[in-house]
């Protein structure tokens, strides 16, 4: 089974950067598409990026494109989600996961989720 440990949320304010780490580990047959989404209190859980197993097609979600960027070593087996000019509306918790590609991603079709890292924005 596929194990994913998203790090590096935390407390940020308003128009600073994270970056978010997913390291990836188990049983693959090959270099899987990889992705964020995340869910605010009270909301569905909704996709923020992704990116496929080569690193050379990403997809954003409109209200993130030109703020975050999403990332790959697959050498590290880690994903990153780069996150910069935050805003408050970005507090959530985000989730790293795993499909068959990254346009699946899109639609939410989710093979493995991570457990989660806080990210909050404060203005």
């Known amino acids: 089974q596929v194990q994913l440990v998203e790090s590096g949320g935390g407390l940020v304010q308003a128009g600073g950067s994270l970056t978010l780490s997913c390291v990836v580990s188990?049983?693959?047959?090959?270099?899987?598409?990889m992705g964020w989404f995340r869910q605010a209190p009270g909301k569905e859980r909704e996709f923020v990026a992704a990116?496929?197993?080569?690193?050379?097609?990403?997809y954003y979600t409109d209200s993130v494109k030109g703020r975050f960027a999403i990332s790959r070593e697959n050498a590290k087996n880690t994903v990153y989600l780069q996150m910069n000019s935050l805003k408050a509306e970005d507090t959530a918790v985000y989730y790293c996961?795993?499909?068959?590609?990254?346009?699946?991603?899109?639609?939410?079709?989710?093979?493995?989720w991570g457990q989660g890292t806080q990210v909050t924005v404060s203005s």
């Open positions: 996961a795993v499909s068959i590609s990254a346009a699946s991603l899109k639609t939410h079709r989710v093979n493995d």
């Open positions: 188990g049983r693959t047959f090959s270099s899987a598409a």
């Open positions: 990116i496929s197993g080569g690193g050379t097609i990403t």
